[in-house]
C-alpha cells in the first residue's frame, strides 16, 4: 500500500487548491452558461432569431455588429461600456459615431428580457449577436464563452485614447492587440472583420492625394483603385461618401478571405489594412489566409472568442443591466 509523508499530502494539497483555483478563474465565462438559467429557453437561439430577423430587412447590420464588439472589447473590456447613452459615454467619441446595430442590441435584449429578466447580461448579448452576424454573413459559427457582467462605466476620452486609428501602423497595431491578450496572428484575423461593410472617404484619401504629406498618392495603391476611389471622393468636394471595403461587385455583406486577396494586389483601403499586405510582420499571415481553403473560416471565429475575454467582468463585480443604454444604478 502507498502511505503518503504530511509534507507530501501538504504538496498534494497545495496543488490541488491551485488547480481547482485556476479551474475557477477559466470558467468564470464558459460555453453554455445560460443553459438552464433561463427556464427551458435557449438564450442564444433567441439571440440569434431577433438579429436574423432584422438582418432580413437591412443585412448591413452584420458589419455594425461585428464591428461594435470590436469596439467595446478593445475600450475597457467586454462590458458593454460601449452601449449606455449619456453626454460624455464612449458612444460620443467620433470613431463611434459611425457604429451602427445599436437597435438590434436592443431588440436581442428586450427579447430575453421579456422571458428570464435581468439574467442576460448586455455584454453577452452583444457577443452572441456579433457571433449570430458572422453566422448571417456566410462566416462559420464558433461557440461562444459567456457569462459577462455589465459595466458601470463608459468614458469618451478612454474610447479617444484606446480605438486606433486607420493610419495606425502595423507594428504599433500588434502591441496594441497584444496588451490585450491578443497574439499578432490574432491581429490580423481579426482585422478580416473588414471584408464587410463600408468607410467614409475621409478615412483614406489622405491615400489618394498627400499621403504621409508627400503630395503624392499612397505608391501602393493598385493604379485602377486610385482612380475609381478618386473618383468617388474628389479632393475638393465637400461630401464624404460611403465606399465598400470588398472591391468585388457582389458580397460587401459577405465575411470571407476576399480581403486578404485584395491585400495581396495592393487593393487594401484604409492605411492599416494595406500595412499588414506589406509589412514583413504580417506578411506571410496574410498570404496564409488568402490561399489555405478553410483558414481563415477556422481563425475568424477562433480569435473573436479570445477577443470576446478582454478586460470581462465575471462573478459578483458588475451588474445585469435591465436596458443595454443605462446602468441600473450608480456604484461608488
Ligand atoms: C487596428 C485596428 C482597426 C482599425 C484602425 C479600424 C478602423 C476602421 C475604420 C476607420 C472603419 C470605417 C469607419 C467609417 O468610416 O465609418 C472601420 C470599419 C469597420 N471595422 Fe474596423 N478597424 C480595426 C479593427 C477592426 C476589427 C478587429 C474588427 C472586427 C473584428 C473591425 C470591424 C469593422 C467593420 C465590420 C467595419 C465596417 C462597419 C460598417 O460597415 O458598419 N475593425 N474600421
Redesign the pocket.
Given at each position: 500500500m502507498w502511505c503518503a509523508s504530511p509534507s507530501t499530502i501538504l504538496a498534494l494539497g497545495l496543488i490541488l487548491v491551485t488547480l481547482v483555483s485556476q479551474c475557477y478563474a477559466n470558467n468564470q465565462l464558459y460555453v453554455g452558461y445560460y443553459r438552464g438559467k433561463c427556464w427551458q429557453y435557449n438564450v442564444e437561439e433567441i439571440i440569434f432569431n431577433v438579429v436574423k430577423a432584422k438582418y432580413a430587412k437591412d443585412p448591413?447590420i452584420?458589419?455594425?455588429l461585428?464591428?461594435l464588439?470590436?469596439h467595446d472589447c478593445?475600450v475597457r473590456g467586454c462590458d458593454a461600456s460601449v452601449l449606455l447613452d449619456g453626454p460624455k459615454t464612449e458612444k460620443t467619441a467620433k470613431?463611434n459615431q459611425?457604429?451602427?446595430?445599436f437597435y438590434v442590441i436592443d431588440a436581442a435584449k428586450e427579447a430575453v428580457e421579456r422571458i428570464c429578466p435581468g439574467v442576460v447580461s448586455c455584454a453577452d448579448v452583444l457577443t452572441i449577436a456579433a457571433r449570430s452576424a458572422v453566422f448571417l454573413a456566410g462566416g462559420r459559427w464558433y461557440y461562444v464563452e459567456t457569462g459577462r457582467r455589465d459595466g458601470f462605466i463608459s468614458s469618451r476620452s478612454e474610447a479617444l485614447a484606446n480605438?486606433?486609428?486607420?493610419?495606425?501602423t502595423t507594428r504599433d497595431?500588434i502591441q496594441?492587440?497584444a496588451s490585450r491578450g491578443l497574439s499578432k496572428e490574432d491581429?490580423v484575423v481579426?482585422?478580416?472583420?473588414?471584408s464587410?461593410?463600408?468607410?467614409?472617404c475621409?478615412?483614406f484619401s489622405s491615400r489618394l492625394y498627400n499621403f504621409h504629406n508627400t503630395g503624392k498618392p499612397d505608391v501602393r495603391m493598385n493604379s485602377g483603385m486610385l482612380y475609381a476611389l478618386r473618383r468617388m471622393c474628389p479632393r475638393k468636394s465637400g461630401s464624404n461618401n460611403?465606399v465598400y471595403?470588398k472591391n468585388a461587385p457582389t458580397g460587401h455583406y459577405q465575411i470571407d478571405n476576399a480581403y486578404y486577396k485584395q491585400l495581396l494586389v495592393n487593393q487594401g483601403l484604409?492605411e492599416?489594412d494595406q500595412n499588414i499586405g506589406s509589412s514583413p510582420l504580417t506578411n506571410s499571415i496574410v498570404k496564409k489566409l488568402a490561399y489555405v481553403p478553410g483558414y481563415f473560416d477556422k481563425k475568424?471565429g477562433q480569435?473573436?472568442v479570445k477577443?470576446g475575454r478582454i478586460g470581462v467582468i465575471t462573478g459578483k463585480q458588475g451588474e445585469i443591466r435591465k436596458y443595454c443604454g443605462a446602468i441600473n444604478h450608480y456604484k461608488h
Open positions: 448591413t452584420v458589419a455594425g461585428i464591428r464588439q470590436f478593445i470613431p459611425s457604429l451602427k446595430g480605438l486606433p486609428s486607420e493610419h495606425i497595431a496594441l492587440f491581429f481579426l482585422l478580416g472583420g473588414h464587410v461593410g463600408t468607410t467614409h475621409d478615412k460611403i471595403f484604409l492599416v475568424f480569435s473573436m477577443m
